[in-house]
């Protein structure tokens, strides 16, 4: 049952901690490993190298990710866009030795220019077609020009931390970062993940001391105002798939927390009053509509989904105080 309470600016809801608790035991029964690993780091105090390792399983020898780490594509093989989920993964637990291998492997696959071209690199990729995946996963040069927006912006920001600056693949992600900001406000399509990846971008030329080198004031400004023309406020569209809050504010010192502050609350009152009881919260999108291809996979990747946003609206939830204290 959630909890009610008072504020100066009225009232609001917080996760009770029997509600955390169901969420917990849910966790416990469903969650893979590397998911269950993230839980643990993130909520009981568990160890980075426990999700190294499991991480490390979904990691092939080109240093590239793939085997499903992205739960709608079970393509084994690397790809840009399953790697970028091991690397928010690793920003999850704040890792940073670009000694690992786990590192040097991403940088090794990155530096390869597999499934890259002059404007960046790839959202999907050939080999997809031949395993159990999502529609959007199937490839498609077109679509790789658009959603490859995004993808090209968190990697080139992963870049920017990591990468030496004197190597080629440095100065491929200046390259590609210059591209993408020059579509910014140009544009009337940048993909599912294209803003986000903006703000991804954004934040880490900041952190990589780039400020001289990238208009931030332009970023921030054109972001600011495409994150509130996006977000959906008619909350009865949420159950569906759509652009909420959350997509691009994740706690209160973002710089476009300012100005949604009222949609971000009915976000955070949404999550605590829709979450299933005894369970979590489901996904809100499907592999098919009228085509049940690939159904028993689908049944699988649901429920890997349901652990691994789980962890993110917690981790929501808990940024915007809106856990009992008795949680953490």
């Not at 980075?48 to 590239?64: I, M, R, T």
Request: aromatic share 14%; net charge negative; charged share 25%.
């Amino acid at each position: 049952m959630a909890l009610k309470k008072e504020s100066g600016k009225g009232r609001y809801m917080k996760l009770s901690f029997e509600d955390y608790q169901e969420i917990r035991s849910w966790m416990y029964r469903n969650a893979r490993q590397i998911d269950l690993t993230r839980w643990q780091y993130c909520f009981e105090k568990g160890s980075k190298e426990a999700v190294l390792s499991a991480l490390s399983f979904y990691q092939n020898d080109d240093g590239g990710f793939g085997h499903g780490l992205e739960a709608d594509s079970w393509n084994p093989n690397s790809s840009p866009y399953t790697t970028l989920r091991a690397i928010t993964i690793l920003k999850e637990i704040e890792f940073t030795d670009v000694h690992h291998p786990i590192i040097k492997g991403i940088l090794k696959f990155l530096e390869s220019g597999t499934f890259r071209s002059e404007n960046g690199w790839y959202f999907n990729i050939p080999s997809n077609d031949g395993y159990a995946h999502a529609p959007w996963w199937t490839f498609n040069m077109e679509a790789n020009a658009v959603e490859g927006i995004g993808v090209t912006a968190e990697i080139a920001a992963f870049v920017f931390r990591y990468a030496d600056k004197d190597s080629e693949l440095y100065k491929k992600a200046l390259t590609y970062t210059d591209i993408i900001i020059n579509k910014l406000g140009k544009s009337e399509e940048y993909g599912d993940m294209g803003i986000r990846g903006y703000c991804v971008l954004l934040d880490d030329i900041q952190q990589a001391n780039l400020t001289w080198r990238f208009d931030c004031k332009f970023l921030k400004e054109t972001l600011s105002k495409l994150i509130h023309d996006s977000i959906e406020v008619d909350t009865t569209k949420w159950v569906n798939y759509t652009v909420t809050p959350s997509q691009y504010i994740t706690s209160p010192e973002s710089i476009f927390y300012k100005g949604n502050e009222e949609i971000m609350s009915r976000e955070l009152d949404y999550l605590i009053e829709t979450r299933p009881q005894k369970g979590v919260w489901d996904i809100t999108w499907s592999w098919f509509e009228n085509n049940a291809k690939y159904a028993k996979e689908f049944a699988i990747s649901q429920n890997w989904w349901k652990a691994y946003i789980t962890i993110d609206k917690i981790n929501l939830l808990r940024n915007f105080d809106r856990l009992d204290e008795q949680i953490i």
